[in-house]
Every structure is written in C-alpha cells, then in structure tokens.
C-alpha cells in the first residue's frame, strides 16, 4: 500500500550526512556502505518505499507528514557521482497514549524484517525521549526514530538514509 507522507516545513540538518548509515552494522568500520549503481531518482523511489515499509509496521492510526526523499554527498567521495538518499519525515498518532504502542511495534517489526537494532533507551536530551537506531545490511539503510513524548503534539520524528549510490556511467547526481 502507498502512502503520502505530508509535508514539513523542517529543514534539512547537517547531521543527515553523519545520521546512523555510519553505523551500518560493521562495528570495525565507520564507513558508509556502498548500496550499488543506481539513479537518484531510482534511489529516491526505492527509499519512499522502505520508508512506506516502516510506517506500515507503526500499526496505530495517525497522521504522517508528506516529505519527500532528497539527495546528499557522500563523505569523501566525488559529489557528481556518488550520493546517498535521505527520508526524514514524522508520524503524529491520533492520540498520544498510542506513542508507546507504536515505538514498541517498530521495534519488534523491524527486528523481524531484517533490520538490526543498534540503540533502544532515553537520549540525552531534557526530556529523555526515547531513541531507536536500526540498520538493515540487506537494504543498506539506516533509520533513527525519536518518541516525542512531551512534543506538542506528540509525535515520532524519523529519519531514513541509504548507504552511498554511485549513478550509472556517463550520468551525474540528480540533486533535489
């Protein structure tokens, strides 16, 4: 099933570039896996359908914004050929007892869809809100979800990232 996530008017933090892909489960490593050969806009759609994927797995009724997927440098690697997608985008349950319900499916349901938990707690932040970091070597993607308990209102902020793409021959990195 597809869905449409609506718009959010958040820009793109910088932290994007270093979010969890760095983490994609070689714990020897802080590299960014390759993902393969691909377009960006093949790449973007295929993102959009993980990040479908994802909210499928939420399982309470809600709200989620209608971002879109975009494309970003690689670190270290020659920016008109190699790029990474990125999918942030929030989740806003109709009612907020439902956060706890929700965070505990996307745990459960992305352990059992091949993705690996790397960090499940509180962060570090004021209001201790609840972190989950999974990474899937299969996909060679990478999200966190943040529970916003005390946001008003409340919401799940997510962020989906890809390992590096590299375009086919002859084309460049389509930026948007």
Request: hydrophobic share 35%.
């Amino acid at each position: 099933m597809k869905r449409k996530f609506s718009a959010l008017a958040l820009p793109v933090p910088i932290y994007l570039v270093t979010l969890t892909g760095c983490s994609m489960t070689d714990t020897r490593s802080h590299e960014v896996p390759f993902a393969g050969t691909s377009t960006s806009r093949d790449a973007s759609d295929a993102m959009g359908k993980l990040s479908s994927g994802i909210y499928d797995l939420i399982g309470v009724r809600g709200k989620a914004s209608d971002s879109h997927p975009g494309a970003m440098d690689c670190p270290g690697k020659d920016t008109k050929t190699y790029f990474r997608i990125f999918h942030p985008w929030s989740f806003y349950p109709a009612s907020a007892s439902d956060l706890d319900v929700a965070m505990e499916r996307l745990k459960e349901g992305l352990s059992k869809n091949g993705w690996e938990i790397i960090t499940y707690g509180p962060d570090t932040s004021k209001n201790q809100n609840i972190k989950l970091v999974a990474d899937n070597d299969n996909k060679k993607a990478s999200v966190k979800i943040i529970k916003m308990a005390k946001n008003d209102p409340a919401m799940l902020s997510l962020d989906v990232v890809s390992g590096c793409y590299k375009v086919p021959d002859g084309e460049e990195v389509e930026r948007f």
